[in-house]
């Protein structure tokens, strides 16, 4: 056995991080045999300096043994880290026979600028305020270096986003860079290793700085500009070091020069137009004559917002070659991608000087033209004005907007379009693959990769509710229903720990200390409304119970407690929440298409429900962090709203004022039932899924929960019927109709192939796909036990008209995966457990219990499932089983 993958907090990559004393996690790799597992008993860490080989290792400290099984998030040991210093790390670990692991490879961690003290760049602006479709600023200066630099790193932030470059080379691989935070209280800046970079005598630093989310348009019905200042502005440190120990700071400030660029505009929404024209040669290198460039003014900068990265970059993580060029019916130059996807296109252009090459984006088409409605007020359109100088091998890709998209119109392109000219760009945040799930079913495994699809399209360093129109907003709601089955299908443990102290920011500025809907938020305020509200308590206990880290509810407590309390003071003495309107179960498919929020579950139990769960969820949070008085107070608080609920909601019985899906799924998933009332709300549930024709009932807050709900109450099949129906509304539906993303509502296309007449129709939007984690934990049988997967459950359930069904997840301690067929009657399973943990296994024939330890294992047992599809009790109407479809 050893030891691999050594991580400092969440970081892939610890190089500037903003922590001091970083968290240490590691895992194992080797055989381990089933009879008895590997575990940890006991660690040590160490400091090293690596010569010149890997041999030539000193120890610089040791932690000594350290008697623990922990090997996720274990406590730095050492002295903290200053700014810029970088060590070497090595650990190593005993298993339970006293038997030692080698050393760990040693790994690097360097810090970043920890201290407001440590930044002597000042911030350069533009000379007058740019509007909206003016030219994007550039900026340079020049400097000299001296001979023999040992270590170079530019540290750099912007109003903005930015692409900077030293010497002609564009710095780094990221787009839209530093990101898009909560710029009232934390400005993210980079850290680069540019050594390489430098060279002895003149360089030249050269950025462009594009308005980005910090001043350019954001939000629906025309939004707002200029929302967190009126002016693009850059911060550029560059620190070198040279071999004779002495050093150099190249920095912005006075001297530094600013011009229009030949980015003549650039928005989020709209796209971005370039004159190769106008593109000064040279202008990025040394020599370039800019005295005709005016002098960039120096602004105010608040430098203790100034944030390292939490999690990762955005970075461009695939590239798509297009399926089909075609003629539409009006006679436009189509391109189809053959995925729904959120990036840009780049092209190979040509032409004579002056052609003006038009690429305007949608994600579907109606009539055999773009779909352009569902974007609203969005031109998402790119321009590209040819130089007539272009060479075969010349490239360009728009830097500072994305687009969502299938389809693209290409309009004045010299010649015919052939499909190696242009190519899609995949961009989102580079987080690391996690989670994978297959079966015998291709729907369902066509659904399960537009859930994927559609999380990649949303998680552009904030989880937007859509990649496409004029929102792309951090809706809070959307991510809080999501938070399991991200967390399983990418390691957004750092992405949304960043995001969640925007979050937390943003509540805690309020004096109601309520969180914003959206965040960052462009705006539009503080409403205390249920279920988005409730992200401040849910996703983060979400993400504990994925990633078990303790820090991240510490970090949020008083977040959560304010929330909880502020909800207990608008429900009032009868703890019932109804003193306003809710948006509730959004997008339940009975809702008009200028309704959205016109559900069959009243929205009042919603929130009281959700008031309980969240009463509940802080209640096991203080138990966690040892805080026995207040897990006392909010354990009592949500045991009296259930009471309340229960009164105000629930007949003796069980039935359940809304007599809707969404209402019994979160009174059983929720606990706010007896056990008498379970039985008969259970039976009521699977009444309604039958009399509902095995269509889907649910909106936002009722869809992850419904299936679930089914399970637990004993029909599984039933579940499976509900996720097996292809007609509309049903989460296969959309598939039928050739979707590649999760749909903002189960009919964002008409059956006819028209888009849904309502003004909200996205094609990209992830809230619908939370039914993966119930593919995850329910139907491939794999889930946490314990916090971070210390321990695991493998429990899967087969059914429906599934043979065989598998999944795979990297869990923080190594590799988990559970899968299944059914042949014959007979059940077979294979699980793997990674080392340092243990799983609980349930057979679904009902025998005891077993225990495994890390390795793999296989069981074979006679099954037969219960009779699919499910009988309808007698009375209830319901349609024939349909064959499912081909994928179109």
């Given at each position: 056995m050893r030891i691999v993958d050594l991580r400092f907090e969440h970081h892939r990559e610890p190089f500037g991080i903003g922590e001091a004393s970083p968290r240490l996690s590691w895992r194992f790799a080797g055989t381990a045999t089933p009879a008895s597992g590997w575990y940890q008993s006991a660690y040590?860490?160490?400091?090293?300096?690596?010569?010149?080989?890997?041999?030539?290792?000193?120890?610089?400290?040791?932690?000594?043994?350290?008697?623990?099984?922990?090997?996720?998030?274990?406590d730095w040991p050492g002295t903290p880290l200053a700014s810029r210093e970088r060590r070497q790390v090595q650990v190593r670990a005993w298993d339970r026979n006293g038997t030692a692991t080698e050393w760990s490879e040693p790994h690097t961690v360097e810090a970043g600028l920890l201290a407001p003290d440590d930044w002597t760049a000042e911030l350069i602006t533009t000379q007058e305020h740019l509007g909206e479709g003016d030219p994007v600023p550039?900026?340079?200066?020049?400097?000299?270096?001296?001979?023999?630099?040992?270590?170079?790193r530019l540290y750099v932030s912007s109003h903005g986003a930015h692409e900077l470059r030293l010497?002609?080379?564009?710095?780094?691989?990221?787009?839209?860079?530093?990101?898009?935070?909560?710029?009232?209280h934390r400005l993210r800046y980079e850290t680069h290793d540019v050594t390489g970079l430098l060279r002895e005598g003149p360089n030249a630093l050269a950025a462009l700085v594009a308005e980005g989310w910090f001043r350019g348009r954001i939000g629906f019905g025309g939004g707002k500009r200029d929302i967190w200042g009126d002016r693009s502005a850059l911060l550029v440190q560059l620190e070198i070091a040279y071999a004779d120990g002495s050093s150099q700071v190249v920095r912005t400030g006075e001297g530094w020069r600013t011009a229009p660029s030949?980015?003549?505009?650039?928005?989020?929404?709209?796209?971005?137009?370039?004159?190769?024209?106008?593109?000064?040669?040279?202008?990025?290198?040394?020599?370039?004559?800019?005295?005709?460039?005016?002098?960039?003014?120096?602004?105010?900068?608040?430098?203790?917002?100034?944030?390292?990265?939490?999690?990762?970059?955005?970075?461009?993580?695939?590239?798509?070659?297009?399926v089909k060029v075609f003629t539409?019916?009006?006679?436009?130059?189509?391109?189809?991608?053959?995925?729904?996807?959120?990036?840009?296109?780049?092209?190979?252009?040509?032409?004579?000087?002056?052609?003006?090459?038009?690429?305007?984006?949608?994600?579907?088409?109606?009539?055999?033209?773009?779909?352009?409605?569902?974007?609203?007020?969005?031109?998402?359109?790119d321009r590209y004005i040819t130089a007539g100088t272009e060479s075969a091998a010349t490239t360009w890709e728009p830097s500072f907007t994305f687009h969502g998209f299938r389809y693209a119109q290409v309009d004045n392109w010299p010649g015919t379009l052939e499909?190696?000219?242009?190519?899609?760009?995949?961009?989102?945040?580079?987080?690391?693959?996690?989670?994978?799930?297959?079966?015998?079913?291709?729907?369902?495994?066509?659904?399960?990769?537009n859930v994927v699809w559609g999380m990649r399209g949303n998680f552009l360093d904030v989880p937007t509710d859509c990649p496409q129109r004029d929102e792309r907003l951090g809706w809070t709601g959307d991510l809080q229903v999501f938070a399991p089955t991200a967390a399983y299908l990418y390691d957004c443990s750092g992405t949304l720990a960043s995001w969640l102290r925007d979050v937390s920011a943003e509540q805690l500025s309020f004096p109601e200390r309520t969180p914003p809907l959206t965040v960052p938020d462009p705006g539009m305020g503080n409403a205390a409304l249920a279920v988005w509200g409730d992200v401040v308590t849910l996703a983060p206990w979400a993400l504990y119970e994925r990633f078990g880290d303790v820090d991240l509810l510490e970090r949020h407590y008083e977040g959560m407690t304010a929330w909880v309390d502020r909800v207990h003071e608008l429900a009032g003495d009868d703890l019932l929440w109804t003193d306003r309107w809710q948006i509730g179960d959004w997008l339940d498919p009975s809702a008009p298409p200028d309704r959205p929020g016109d559900a069959r579950t009243d929205g009042h139990l919603v929130a009281t429900a959700h008031f309980a769960r969240s009463a509940q969820v802080v209640a096991q949070v203080a138990e966690v962090l040892g805080r026995t008085d207040d897990a006392k107070k909010y354990t009592a608080l949500a045991e009296q709203v259930r009471e309340a609920f229960a009164a105000e909601y629930v007949s003796p019985n069980g039935r359940i004022s809304s007599d809707a899906q969404t209402a019994y799924a979160l009174a059983l998933r929720f606990g706010l039932l007896s056990e008498t009332q379970r039985t008969r709300a259970g039976t009521r549930l699977a009444e309604l899924v039958h009399m509902g024709g095995y269509h889907i009932g649910t909106g936002f807050v009722g869809t992850p929960l419904v299936n679930d709900a089914l399970t637990d109450v004993g029909e599984v099949q039933l579940a499976y019927r509900l996720l097996l129906e292809t007609t509309c509304p049903s989460f296969l539906y959309p598939v039928t109709m050739g979707a590649t993303t999760v749909w903002e509502r189960w009919d964002s296309m008409l059956p006819d192939g028209t888009i849904n007449p309502g003004e909200m129709t996205s094609f990209n939007h992830y809230a619908l796909g939370a039914v993966a984690d119930w593919l995850h934990r329910v139907v491939a049988g794999l889930a946490p036990a314990s916090p971070g997967y210390r321990r695991l459950?493998?429990?899967?359930?087969?059914?429906?008209?599934?043979?065989?069904?598998?999944?795979?997840?990297?869990?923080?301690?190594?590799?988990?995966?559970?899968?299944?067929?059914l042949k014959d009657g007979v059940?077979?399973?294979?699980?793997?457990?990674?080392?340092?943990?243990?799983?609980?296994?349930?057979?679904?024939?009902?025998?005891?219990?077993?225990?495994?330890?890390?390795?793999?294992?296989?069981?074979s047992v006679p099954y037969a499932p219960d009779t699919y599809p499910p009988v309808c009790p007698e009375g209830l109407v319901f349609p024939s089983l349909p064959s499912p479809p081909e994928p179109q």
């Open positions: 040590e860490i160490r400091e090293v300096q690596v010569g010149d080989s890997p041999r030539d290792t000193t120890e610089a400290w040791t932690s000594g043994r350290i008697e623990s099984s922990e090997s996720q998030l274990v550039a900026f340079r200066n020049e400097f000299r270096v001296g001979r023999d630099v040992s270590k170079a010497n002609g080379a564009v710095v780094g691989d990221h787009v839209l860079a530093p990101g898009w935070t909560s710029y009232r030949a980015v003549r505009s650039a928005s989020i929404y709209d796209g971005e137009v370039y004159d190769a024209r106008l593109e000064p040669t040279g202008w990025t290198a040394p020599g370039y004559d800019d005295s005709g460039w005016a002098l960039a003014p120096v602004a105010p900068l608040d430098r203790s917002r100034l944030v390292a990265p939490v999690g990762p970059p955005m970075r461009r993580t695939e590239l798509v070659e297009p539409s019916p009006s006679g436009k130059t189509l391109v189809d991608f053959g995925q729904n996807l959120v990036g840009r296109i780049r092209l190979r252009p040509k032409g004579p000087a002056g052609t003006e090459i038009v690429l305007r984006h949608a994600e579907v088409l109606e009539d055999g033209e773009l779909g352009l409605r569902p974007l609203r007020l969005v031109k998402a359109e499909p190696g000219d242009l190519t899609a760009v995949v961009v989102h945040s580079d987080m690391a693959r996690t989670g994978w799930f297959e079966c015998s079913h291709p729907l369902v495994n066509q659904l399960h990769q459950t493998v429990r899967p359930r087969p059914g429906g008209e599934l043979s065989w069904a598998r999944t795979e997840h990297e869990t923080p301690y190594g590799r988990a995966s559970a899968g299944w067929t059940f077979d399973l294979r699980i793997e457990i990674p080392p340092n943990t243990t799983a609980e296994v349930h057979l679904p024939d009902g025998t005891d219990v077993f225990e495994a330890g890390s390795g793999v294992h296989e069981y």
